[in-house]
């Protein structure tokens, strides 16, 4: 069994380094590990930092983007590189523990699931700002109407997928409207999904979050579009 861990990084000079050691030291037993970074243009001391590093761990490739296209580009880069059995996706801010990866496999490994969403309301989690809150929880409510399905957290970093489901969809979006994207394409082709609880330790503006309310409105726009149309 191997598990690829895709890594899209932009500008995390001071986190990068800490979450690939943090990967690294995960024991799964019985399982290898895969983990591949798309530095998707960074500006910062961070390409400096990969391509020092690279060589240092054995299960580390790392694809170097010429220009910065979003999370969405940098996943689907990752994703032509991956030949494991699982797929996860894991954020380079420390915000996600990777920890929590042998709750995101169990399901799929005991053939519950073909996806498995780590839920951050449903474990413990740093408080979080308020309108942040209020918008997760208006496009999961969203979701849940357009697509009958019950889910917490459908912007959640982590999303774990056998292989075979996620490199067959045929996914289009640059940046953060992945995540709506994903979503919306394995519920219409009505995949098993569950969901676990995970840790999560969010960040605030001043500590370099990215995603804005507008990212918020470009992901209810996506979630209606892939409703009707594929």
């Known amino acids: 069994m191997k598990l690829s861990i895709i890594i899209p990084v932009f500008n995390e000079e001071k986190t990068v380094e800490k979450l690939i050691e ?106 979080l700002l308020f309108w942040h809150l209020i918008g997760n929880i208006f496009l999961n409510l969203v979701t849940n109407f357009l697509y009958n399905t019950t889910l917490t957290d459908m912007e959640t970093c982590y999303k774990m997928f056998r292989s075979e489901v996620i490199k067959n969809l045929p996914l289009k979006a640059q940046g953060f409207e992945i995540e709506p994207e994903i979503t919306a394409k394995i519920l219409k082709r009505r995949y098993r999904v569950w969901e676990v609880p995970i840790s999560y330790n969010g960040r605030g503006y001043e500590e370099g979050k990215k995603i804005t309310w507008r990212d918020g409105f470009i992901a209810l726009y996506t979630l209606f579009k892939y409703r009707f149309k594929d």
């Open 22 to 127: 943090e990967v690294c030291r995960v024991e799964l037993p019985e399982v290898e590990k895969e983990i591949i970074v798309v530095d998707d243009g960074s500006t910062d001391a961070t390409p400096e930092i990969l391509k020092r590093i690279k060589n240092k761990y054995p299960e580390l490739k790392v694809v170097f983007k010429e220009k910065n296209e979003g999370k969405g580009s940098a996943i689907r880069r990752g994703l032509k590189e991956v030949t494991g059995d699982l797929v996860v996706f894991q954020d380079a801010d420390l915000e996600y523990d990777p920890r929590d990866y042998p709750l995101l496999m169990k399901p799929i490994l005991e053939g519950k699931a073909d996806v498995v969403y780590g839920s951050r309301f449903l474990g413990p989690h740093r408080v």
